[in-house]
């Protein structure tokens, strides 16, 4: 069973079973790429902040690609050099084993803000969030870390109208520049179609 499929059994199974009012989580779309600064301050801001006051109403979609090359020889070129590639892919692959966000976010959290972008700064963290480095190291270092960055690259190159910069943000599948800073959560918010809103949906 797919992971969607399973999204839509459990929303259904909320409706039924919980009563109450229950709503399509939005879908939010994060194109990124490991070492871009603007990717990193778009996560320790709005998206931190966003995380914490409506993370119940958003799926965070974290896609780790952002301006890398796929070269004609299969090999992958990284705007900020090989430590992005290796960094792209060591997210890629964490997504792989820790995918909800309840999982992948602190790790992302911890990389970019507590610890360092590095390939030290990777295992530091989990390390500290009691994830199991092995399997993504192995993941890391074969094919399987590979067929994940271009999974990555299929899904970048998949967006319409293509994107233009790092970080880009989709809400619902659609690009919305507001979401890329402030506007975040008001965006969020707006794409929502539960009554149950949180309560940072109404502040100004
Ligand atoms: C960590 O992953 C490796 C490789 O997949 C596996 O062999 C090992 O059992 C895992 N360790 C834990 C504690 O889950
Ligand atoms: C990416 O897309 C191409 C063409 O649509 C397809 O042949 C390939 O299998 C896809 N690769 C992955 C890893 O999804």
Known sequence: ??????????????GFCGGAQSAEKVQLGFYSESLCPDCIDFANGP???????????????????????LKNDGTIECQHGKLECTLNTVEACTLYYYKTETEFWP?????????????????????????????????????????LDLMYYNETQALKPPHEYTPWITVNGKHDPRAEGSGLIKAICEAYTGEDKPDACSQK
């Open 47 to 69: 998206l931190e902040k966003a995380m914490n006051e409506i993370g119940s109403i958003f799926t965070l979609n974290y896609v780790p690609w952002g301006n890398a090359i």
């Open 107 to 147: 790790f992302l959290h911890c990389l970019d803000e507590k610890i360092a972008p590095t390939l030290d700064g990777a295992q530091q963290c989990f390390s500290q969030l009691s994830y199991n480095w092995t399997a993504v190291d192995a993941c890391l270092n074969s094919e399987q870390g590979y067929k």
């Open 1 to 14: 069973m797919s992971i969607q499929t399973l999204a839509v059994l459990a929303v259904v199974l909320a």
